[in-house]
């Protein structure tokens, strides 16, 4: 395929590979540098619009360019691959494809994009695609934790590293069946929504829970984060009621119609995405009650629309999951080809929205 460079290129039709280079320019508007972490910083400040590394040495030893057995590669002149899980119908996954894009172009990568549209089965001939095509880097955005395995087999054939952004995969091997996984402590998001709703609350009431998909360790860590925190820290907050959402707003707002019905005294929703949020506020207006009064609702990730949620008083918290992968992944593969030792889990750091910073850090929100 004949491309320039700094041109990603995709499978999609015309028209979406503009929409997706308008989200990128719109996204680079956005986007603000950061100042680097300072030792002892609050972990809810920080990252703003680019990502800031938390850690780079959490699970283990690191990895060379010689024990993953890749070939050195000059990525101002490579084909990189990107896959992408699910449709770009939400600002997290707008903002990371539209990331990741503009880094690829910025750095002179040729970037071969695809999306699984949230099929496993697609998401894996998606990469065994790309590797065919010649992609010599690999960024992934799995689906699930676990089932990635023939693709990530099919990679370690050809010697091409896999870097896995925003989820984890559970019984991969880093260093082997992919380089590194960078993205965000999902069980420490949960825990500070725990903190945000016991701060909303005044630490009493009846929780439902909205949970993200299942099969990915997003749902389950954030699901943890937050019980543990109310069990230790705020033992008057009752969960009554957890059902799926599917990180979707239609389906929040569906789900949380049917839990209001069943369960009238639910004073407080922890939803583990903003767009099952903003579902939700939806739904309490429905059932007569205001949002962020009468039931309380404190969120996972920073979407623009869920801060101005905040401002507006129908949303009391959201926690920051940042999507804006692009700069780290091509930084860390970088490093990686420069010969530096790189960590098999890179964190980064989110900061959080409140009442008390929403208007001033409304336009860090993605």
Same mark, same amino acid.
Request: some cysteine.
């Given at each position: 395929?004949?491309?320039?460079?700094?041109?990603?290129?995709? @499978?999609?039709?015309?028209?979406?590979?503009?929409?997706? $280079? &308008?989200?990128?320019?719109?996204?680079?508007?956005?986007?603000?540098?950061?100042?680097?972490?300072?030792?002892?910083?609050?972990?809810?400040?920080?990252?703003?619009?680019?990502? *800031?590394?938390?850690?780079?040495?959490?699970?283990?030893?690191?990895?060379? &360019?010689?024990?993953?057995?890749?070939?050195?590669?000059? &990525?101002?002149?490579?084909? /990189?691959?990107?896959?992408?899980?699910?449709?770009?119908?939400?600002?997290?996954?707008?903002?990371?494809?539209?990331?990741?894009?503009?880094?690829? +172009?910025?750095?002179?990568?040729?970037?071969? =994009?695809?999306?699984?549209?949230?099929?496993?089965?697609?998401?894996?001939?998606d990469i065994q695609s790309m590797l065919a095509q010649g992609a010599q880097l690999l960024i992934v955005a799995p689906l699930n934790s676990e089932g990635l395995e023939p693709a990530l087999r099919a990679a370690r054939e050809k010697k091409v590293p896999v870097i896995t952004v925003d989820r984890k995969l559970s019984s991969a091997a880093?260093?082997?069946?992919?380089?590194?996984?960078?993205?965000?402590?999902? *069980?420490?998001?949960?825990?500070?929504?725990?903190?945000?709703?016991?701060?909303?609350?005044?630490?009493?009431? +009846?929780?439902?829970? &909205?949970?993200?998909?299942?099969?990915?360790? /997003?749902?389950?860590?954030?699901?943890?984060?937050?019980?543990?925190?109310?069990?230790?820290?705020?033992?008057?907050?009752?969960? /009554?009621?957890?059902?799926?959402?599917?990180?979707?707003?239609?389906?929040?707002?569906? *789900?949380?119609?049917?839990?209001?019905?069943?369960?009238?005294?639910? =004073? $407080?929703?922890?939803?583990?995405?903003?767009?099952?949020?903003?579902g939700a506020v939806t739904a309490v207006r429905s059932a007569g009650k205001k949002p962020g009064t009468d039931i309380k609702i404190v969120s996972v990730d920073g979407t623009r629309n869920a801060v101005e949620g905040i401002i507006a008083g129908d949303l009391n918290a959201v926690i920051e999951s940042n999507p804006r992968f692009g700069?780290?992944?091509?930084?860390?593969?970088?490093?990686?080809? $420069? @010969?530096?030792?790189?960590?098999?889990? *890179?964190?980064?750091?989110?900061?959080?929205?409140?009442?008390?910073?929403?208007?001033?850090? /409304?336009?860090?929100?993605?």
């Amino acid at each position: 395929m004949n491309a320039d460079r700094s041109t990603p290129v995709s @499978g999609r039709a015309r028209g979406l590979r503009m929409g997706t $280079a &308008l989200a990128a320019a719109t996204l680079l508007t956005l986007t603000g540098c950061a100042n680097p972490e300072g030792g002892g910083a609050d972990p809810g400040a920080g990252s703003g619009g680019q990502q *800031v590394t938390r850690t780079q040495d959490a699970g283990g030893p690191g990895c060379t &360019l010689q024990q993953y057995g890749a070939d050195k590669l000059d &990525l101002t002149k490579a084909v /990189v691959g990107f896959s992408q899980s699910e449709k770009e119908a939400n600002p997290f996954r707008i903002a990371e494809t539209a990331s990741i894009t503009a880094e690829a +172009k910025k750095v002179g990568a040729r970037l071969i =994009t695809t999306n699984a549209n949230s099929d496993l089965g697609k998401q894996i001939s998606d990469i065994q695609s790309m590797l065919a095509q010649g992609a010599q880097l690999l960024i992934v955005a799995p689906l699930n934790s676990e089932g990635l395995e023939p693709a990530l087999r099919a990679a370690r054939e050809k010697k091409v590293p896999v870097i896995t952004v925003d989820r984890k995969l559970s019984s991969a091997a880093a260093c082997k069946d992919y380089l590194t996984f960078i993205g965000s402590d999902f *069980v420490d998001q949960g825990k500070r929504a725990g903190e945000a709703m016991a701060k909303a609350t005044g630490g009493t009431g +009846k929780v439902a829970i &909205l949970l993200g998909s299942s099969g990915n360790n /997003v749902t389950t860590d954030r699901t943890s984060g937050f019980k543990d925190y109310l069990k230790a820290s705020a033992p008057g907050l009752q969960i /009554v009621a957890e059902q799926t959402g599917d990180f979707a707003r239609e389906k929040g707002q569906q *789900v949380t119609e049917q839990l209001l019905q069943a369960n009238p005294g639910i =004073t $407080a929703i922890y939803a583990q995405n903003d767009e099952m949020a903003l579902g939700a506020v939806t739904a309490v207006r429905s059932a007569g009650k205001k949002p962020g009064t009468d039931i309380k609702i404190v969120s996972v990730d920073g979407t623009r629309n869920a801060v101005e949620g905040i401002i507006a008083g129908d949303l009391n918290a959201v926690i920051e999951s940042n999507p804006r992968f692009g700069p780290l992944a091509f930084q860390t593969a970088q490093k990686f080809y $420069a @010969g530096e030792s790189i960590a098999p889990t *890179v964190i980064i750091q989110d900061k959080s929205y409140d009442s008390t910073n929403a208007k001033a850090e /409304v336009a860090n929100a993605y």
